[in-house]
Nanobody, 116 residues
Framework: QVHLVESGGGLVQPGGSLRLSCAAS????????MSWYRQAPGKERELVAE????????NYADSVKGRFTISRDNAKNTVWLQMNSLKSEDTAVYYC?????????WGQGTQVTVSS
C-alpha cells in the first residue's frame, strides 16, 4: 500500500525558511518521480516542484523558482522541499505526491503559514 507522510510545516515569518519532508513506503521509491503540490484556500491544487528518479532533473513552478529546492534520498525513501525567502502567498497546504501503479497518490498534507 502506497503511503506518503509529510512533515515540517508550520508558521513562519515572511522571508523565513522551512524544510518539508515526505517519507514514502509501500512502493519502489527509487523507481518513480516525486512531486510537491500545494493548495491555498479557495484555489486549485498546483504543482510546486517535481524530481525524477535519480534527481537528475527537477522542475519548479515559476512562482517558486530560485526560492524552493526539491531533493530526494532513495536510500531513505524521502523527498524534501527546502523553502527559502517565504512569502505570504506561499501559505497553503503542501502535499507530497507520486504516480505509480496507474494511479496518483497523495499524502495527508502539511500546513505552511507565512505571516508576521
Amino acid at each position: 500500500q502506497v503511503h506518503l507522510v509529510e512533515s515540517g510545516g508550520g508558521l513562519v515569518q515572511p522571508g523565513g525558511s522551512l524544510r518539508l519532508s515526505c517519507a514514502a513506503s509501500g512502493f519502489t521509491f527509487s523507481s518513480v518521480g516525486m512531486s510537491w503540490y500545494r493548495q491555498a484556500p479557495g484555489k486549485e491544487r498546483e504543482l510546486v516542484a517535481e524530481i525524477t528518479t535519480l534527481g537528475g532533473w527537477t522542475n519548479y513552478a515559476d512562482s517558486v523558482k530560485g526560492r524552493f529546492t526539491i531533493s530526494r534520498d532513495n536510500a531513505k525513501n524521502t523527498v524534501w522541499l527546502q523553502m527559502n525567502s517565504l512569502k505570504s502567498e506561499d501559505t497553503a497546504v503542501y502535499y507530497c505526491s507520486t504516480y505509480t501503479r496507474g494511479a496518483r497518490y497523495w499524502g495527508q498534507g502539511t500546513q505552511v503559514t507565512v505571516s508576521s
